[in-house]
């Protein structure tokens, strides 16, 4: 185990730092929107998390540095599309500076001709609620006006890589209430 310095001590190493979050398994999404002048945007994230049900709001955070930040901001919708197991290379496309991401990539189109990734475990298409600012991110909040999702495995990335998840053999159900 690697016992970081507490608050007050050296700096965290940023390399460091970094692999302990990965040991925090997330779902893959896209997220996407139509930039002003109609070019379709999207980029790789897995910062999305859910934030109340009522009014259903959501969060996602991008990079204060990203060349897409502007556009994000200024985009009165966007879309989560939550990525399946076997949507890997989408996942990578869209995480790297591929100059037109979006060719060959069977999309549907959402409120204010957002692009919805075919056959995505699920999208969440959202009006751009609010925006924070915090350390090197900016935190966009989206209020979900529609949402469809299918029952199949999800794409998950843990310690910098991509997997799938799978049951655990005689796996108790969860206990209720339990979110």
Known sequence: MNDAPHAGQQPFDARDFRNALGTFATGVTVV???????????????????VSLTPPLILWSLSMYSPNLQ??????????????????????RFSQAVEERFAGVDCSFG????????????????????????????????NVLRYAYRDVAPLVFHRGHYTALRDLPDAPEPPKGLL
Not at 32 to 50: E, P
Not at 83 to 90: C, G, P, S, T, W
Not at 111 to 135: F, K, M, T, V
């Open 32 to 50: 996407t929107t139509c930039a002003g002048d109609g070019r379709l945007i999207g980029l790789t994230c897995n910062s999305f998390s859910s």
């Open 71 to 92: 556009v994000f901001l200024r985009a009165r919708h966007f879309a989560v599309n939550v990525l399946a197991h076997d949507q890997i290379e989408l996942a990578r």
């Open 111 to 142: 409120e204010d001709g957002i692009p919805l990734i075919a056959n995505a475990l699920a999208h969440l298409e959202c009006r751009n609620e609010a925006r924070h600012y915090s350390g090197d991110h900016a935190i966009l909040i989206g």
